[in-house]
């Protein structure tokens, strides 16, 4: 039987596990010998390689994060430990892969390809939501919601002592989790790379506010911006409101699956699969104006990625 390897690789993220588990049970059903992958790139070198049983994927499909654990290994990049990580795979029987991950992950098993032509078919996964050519990744929906939990619990003490909190969002340089969550969190103020932003305009908007019965205020920054402490001490001394900053931090990555991220990591799953079946190499599997498919890893790891230009419009006012 032909073996074929399923891993996860770069940041976790909720929808990872049930990806795994329909990758493996999909294959199997279509006559391949389906292995996991433990410790991300790093298994792959150091043959953290098993057959995945039935039991291994068995109970897995409400957890958070990735039961194969994941890992950033600088020694992919050297071609000896390449070598190293192909003759492991070469001595199970594998001759196809699926990596869950980001785009990092992508070029890695892209180059892997290119040196020895091992076919890999990528599953987009990361909350930031900041891989070019899909409008979904794995783990948004279920970050989106956690942070909007936070948010709810956060604005009912901010109004009970009227005060302003300050929350920050992952994201690295992308914007799209603070986006989301401001305009459905009904926050005053939003910060994100994508926009421009004026404080003494957001300032005369909130004094208004104020004067005319508005007793408490939620500002959604995201971590790339780096204004968090700044804004924070803004609003104390220009709108002179007691401030708080709240950090959500790795949270966001955490927690079980949310129904959409269940759902988008089958579809996914299966789609990758029958990429490898039909013998396409190097393809990403995307989700676009509501339509699932496939690109070439090329046209990915050249592109930039955008946050949909009517979530941007609707931010706008929230930055002025």
């Not at 994927?57 to 600088?74: A, C, E, P």
């Not at 078919?121 to 909350?127: K, L, Q, S």
């Not at 799209?176 to 926009?195: D, F, N, Q, R």
């Not at 966001?252 to 129904?259: I, K």
Request: overall charge neutral; aromatic content about 8%; charged content about 20%.
């Amino acid at each position: 039987m032909e073996g074929i390897a399923i891993m996860t690789s770069g940041g976790d993220a909720a929808g990872m596990n049930p990806a795994v588990k329909c990758a493996v049970e999909y294959s199997r059903s279509l006559g391949y010998k389906p292995f996991l992958v433990f410790n991300g790139l790093r298994g792959l070198i150091d043959d953290n390689i098993e057959e995945a049983k039935p039991s291994a994927v068995s109970g897995i499909m409400h957890r958070g994060g990735t039961v194969l654990r994941s890992s950033r290994s600088k020694r992919f990049f050297e071609l000896e430990s390449r070598q190293v990580a192909y003759e492991n795979l070469q001595r199970h029987g594998i001759t196809k892969l699926i990596v869950i991950g980001g785009d990092g992950s992508f070029r890695a098993l892209n180059q892997f390809y290119e040196d020895f032509k091992v076919p890999f078919a990528g599953i987009p996964a990361t909350i930031d939501n900041d891989i070019p050519g899909t409008d979904y990744c794995l783990g948004v929906d279920t970050a989106l919601n956690m942070i909007r939990q936070n948010v709810d619990s956060i604005r009912d003490t901010a109004n009970s002592f009227s005060r302003a909190f300050v929350v920050e969002t992952m994201g690295r340089h992308c914007g799209y989790l603070a986006m989301a969550s401001a305009v459905t969190s009904g926050a005053e103020i939003c910060m994100v790379p994508e926009l421009e932003y004026d404080l003494d305009s957001i300032g005369e908007r909130l004094r208004r506010q104020l004067e005319e019965g508005r007793n408490f205020i939620i500002a959604i920054v995201a971590e790339g911006c780096n204004m968090s402490d700044y804004l924070t001490r803004w609003i104390h001394d220009t709108l002179k409101m007691d401030a708080r900053l709240t950090i959500l931090g790795h949270i966001q990555r955490g927690g079980s699956p949310s129904v959409r991220d269940r759902l988008m990591a089958f579809k996914f799953a299966v789609a990758a699969v029958d990429s490898l079946h039909r013998g396409e190499t190097s393809n990403i599997m995307v989700y676009r104006s509501g339509s699932y498919g496939t690109l070439p890893i090329h046209k990915v790891a050249d592109a930039h990625a955008s946050v949909d230009p009517a979530l941007v419009a609707l931010c706008k006012p929230l930055c002025k």
